[in-house]
């Protein structure tokens, strides 16, 4: 075999997961899966009611029922303060307890915790606790918040947050005036649950005065640990979390919250190991809920449709205890990057409330899409031109790059308009308007959509605690490749994907590469999967790794077998010398040397085939996207069926179409849920009333098209 044999290169391709022989022959472990001797269960007693003050909360015979080895409320976790912090490890304004603390703020709020030989005996035994609530009015709506009492006693207001001009700079307001056009629409988002396939789960155990052990339905394992220990004032190292396998996540499970923190505090104090698993009707109810926000934006136009100003005013429903506070009033920030908008301004503003607390959900800064979007077709019609010229004319192109937004962000190598371009070839306009005429004329309703966006993806470095990624790769002495990533996947495929990267760069079949991840016991800190970062940061870290061993074992064998290194190539797993291919070898060979025979390596090279880097990027990089929809609507009784959905995305050197295409296909028909079906409703009274799937309605089978795929793969600069 000669030095330039070919070989397949695995980035680009559609290459099998490596996971899914396990996870579809029933092979996963998630946390119920988690068995340990000793093991206890975990019940929560809820609040009933919405707001109140607790006047009775009797345990005495529920703590009696045979099978029941403690019921805890907050005064018995008084010894073992925890202190919550928002993702970003920002203080939160009202103090969170893990279970009640003689008041509740909402319908879900933990009461007491039973700790029980069985799910169900603990069950039973938190129905025989008596909790009498001094009920109050409670505040449900951003409009009761505005003027109502304060949810927490402690505040002297419902506002839990604030960002940007509560007045609009006299710069925006001045080219809102001047404007031949101006446009103001006002959007709601509806609360909907996150609903992942596998709820929020932990098992913990106690191995020593400090050492925890924490099984648990998370994003990052390193981000978990490091969060127990701030919460706890444990060190670090005295915290081990393992997730191996997890089934969704959607940024519900970025952290610990109340349960799981109730739960690793009370397996300290009693000493043997527990399990808690959220119940669909907790999920739906008690967990994390997202979205909720009212949007009014105003922009201005010329005559020739040129956007010339724009202010936007947001109010956040954020619920009594939110998760994700910070990262939900950022909905503003990342409004304009696909478009040439000379002036900005922003208000936003969060509100506390008697409702399940808001978290991070898919997108949470991507909220801005529809209002923004909707409202460039409000205003297409007003000034009499194309929604679609409309967009050619603002959106930015290579031409205006590198640009600075109104937000101080400087945007490079985003395709807005040439995502848009394709994605208008290929769905072929004209045609689509002589169908929708044609249709029209029969009494039929079709309609086109079309959307232009740029996201922020890959956060390193500017919002605490996403910072860099860290990969270690080594050769064993077989040749087979290990890889140890801070990694994590929730159904991402991060073990085929930075697989594919890793085989690439050191010249290696791709089925040599196995891929470790899921535990904070490996490798260094990692945020992980949050804020799409995992393809560009680890992609980033592997690569370079991947190339630092591939240095190594060319240095090793150019000494072995008297070649320059530039001689040296490893191709499918084998190793080449330039015109000479006589001498090519398997990598095994130079392995088992590298691990056993330390006297035939070059001097000074140490044993072994491994390398470890860190890959810290620019603070954010950019994916751009386009989509089209085509939808027919029964104008009788309102039913939208959808008949087409194109995307055109540009998210740069795609490792694995199939994978993508994947992640995709998740946003889209989760995008499809919260427009034409999901919403958690509250009643006047603070009641939730969707507590399950019959009422809480989840895009199935048929609610999804066979979406298609465009790709435009620019690669990043940065």
């Known amino acids: 075999?000669?030095?330039?044999?070919p070989f397949r290169r695995m980035v680009g391709e559609r290459a099998p997961r490596k996971e899914d022989a396990r996870?579809?022959?029933?092979?996963?472990?998630?946390?119920d899966d988690v068995r340990m001797p000793g093991m206890l269960h975990c019940v929560f007693l809820r609040s009933p009611a919405a707001r109140g003050r607790i006047t009775r909360l009797d345990t005495a015979a529920a703590a009696e029922l045979p099978g029941v080895h403690a019921v805890y409320t907050q005064s018995d976790f008084l010894a073992q303060p925890v202190k919550f912090t928002t993702f970003f490890f920002t203080p939160i304004l009202s103090p969170i307890t893990m279970l009640a603390d003689g008041r509740v703020a909402c319908v879900g709020d933990p009461v007491a915790m039973v700790i029980a030989e069985s799910r169900a005996i603990g069950e039973d035994a938190a129905a025989l606790i008596e909790l009498e609530i001094e009920r109050e009015d409670p505040v449900v709506t951003i409009a009761d918040a505005q003027t109502g009492t304060p949810v927490h006693p402690l505040s002297q207001t419902n506002l839990a947050q604030e960002m940007g001009a509560a007045e609009i700079p006299e710069p925006v307001r001045a080219a809102l005036d001047m404007a031949a056009h101006r446009i103001t629409r006002t959007v709601r988002h509806q609360r909907i649950a996150q609903?992942?396939?596998?709820?929020?789960?932990c098992v913990a155990s106690a191995d020593g005065a400090e050492e925890l052990t924490i099984h648990m339905s998370c994003q990052s394992p390193h981000f978990v640990a490091r969060y127990v220990a701030d919460a706890l004032d444990l060190p670090p190292e005295a915290i081990r979390v393992i997730a191996k396998d997890v089934g969704g996540a959607f940024g519900l499970k970025n952290m610990p919250w109340r349960e799981e923190m109730a739960v690793i505090v009370?397996?300290?104090?009693?000493?043997?190991?527990?399990?808690?698993?959220?119940?669909r009707?907790?999920?739906?109810?008690?967990?994390?809920?997202?979205r909720e926000q009212e949007i009014t934006l105003s922009v201005g136009f010329d005559a020739e449709g040129r956007m010339l100003a724009a202010h936007g005013d947001c109010s956040i429903n954020n619920g009594a205890w939110p998760m994700g506070e910070d990262c939900n009033i950022a909905v503003h920030m990342f409004m304009w990057p696909a478009y040439k908008l000379p002036a900005y301004s922003f208000h936003t503003r969060g509100w506390y409330t008697n409702t399940m607390g808001l978290g991070g959900y898919r997108g949470p800064w991507a909220l801005e899409s529809l209002i923004r979007e909707t409202l460039l077709d409000d205003a297409a019609r007003q000034i009499g031109i194309d929604p679609i010229d409309l967009r050619r004319r603002n959106l930015v192109t290579a031409a205006d790059q590198p640009m600075t937004t109104t937000m101080d962000i400087t945007v490079t190598d985003i395709t807005p308009s040439e995502c848009l371009e394709k994605l208008v070839t290929h769905i072929d306009v004209p045609a689509f308007r002589a169908?929708?005429?044609?249709?029209?004329r029969q009494g039929r309703y079709l309609g086109l959509g079309v959307t232009s966006y740029v996201e922020p993806t890959a956060v390193a470095g500017i919002m605490a605690p996403l910072t860099?990624?860290?990969a270690q790769v080594r050769v064993e002495p077989n040749g087979k490749v290990v890889a140890m990533l801070s990694t994590h996947s929730q159904g991402h495929g991060t073990a085929t994907t930075m697989a594919q990267v890793i085989a690439d760069r050191l010249g290696v079949p791709y089925?040599?590469?196995t891929v470790f991840e899921g535990d904070s016991a490996i490798g260094s800190y990692s945020a992980s999967a949050a804020g799409s970062r995992q393809g560009v940061i680890a992609g980033g870290a592997s690569w370079r790794a991947a190339e630092l061993l591939a240095e190594k074992i060319k240095r090793i064998a150019a000494h072995l077998y008297n070649a320059s290194v530039e001689a040296i190539t490893i191709v499918d797993g084998i190793i080449h010398v330039e015109g000479a291919p006589e001498m090519s070898r398997p990598l095994r060979e130079v392995a088992e040397i590298a691990h056993g025979e330390p006297f035939r390596l070059p001097e000074g090279l140490e044993t072994g085939l491994e390398a470890q880097f860190r890959y810290q990027p620019p603070p954010m990089t950019f994916t751009s996207a386009a989509h089209a929809c085509i939808v027919e609507v029964d104008s009788d009784t309102g039913f939208v069926a959808i008949k087409r959905w194109v995307s055109s995305e540009d998210c740069g050197t795609i490792i694995n179409p199939g994978i993508v295409e994947g992640q995709i296909a998740g946003g889209l028909a989760q995008a499809i849920g919260q427009i034409l079906l999901e919403e958690m409703p509250y009643d006047s009274q603070g009641n939730p009333l969707a507590a399950t799937f019959k009422d809480y309605l989840m895009p199935a089978y048929c609610d999804v098209p066979d979406f298609e795929y465009l790709h435009a793969n620019t690669p990043s600069q940065t």
């Open 435 to 440: 169908e929708q005429a044609e249709a029209r």
């Open 195 to 201: 609903s992942p396939m596998e709820s929020r789960g």
């Open 23 to 31: 996870l579809l022959t029933g092979r996963g472990q998630y946390v």
């Open 266 to 279: 009370a397996a300290r104090m009693f000493r043997r190991p527990l399990k808690w698993i959220e119940d």
């Open 1 to 5: 075999m000669s030095a330039t044999a």
């Open 281 to 290: 009707y907790e999920a739906l109810t008690a967990s994390s809920h997202a």
């Open 511 to 513: 089925d040599d590469v």
């Open 468 to 470: 860099g990624e860290t």
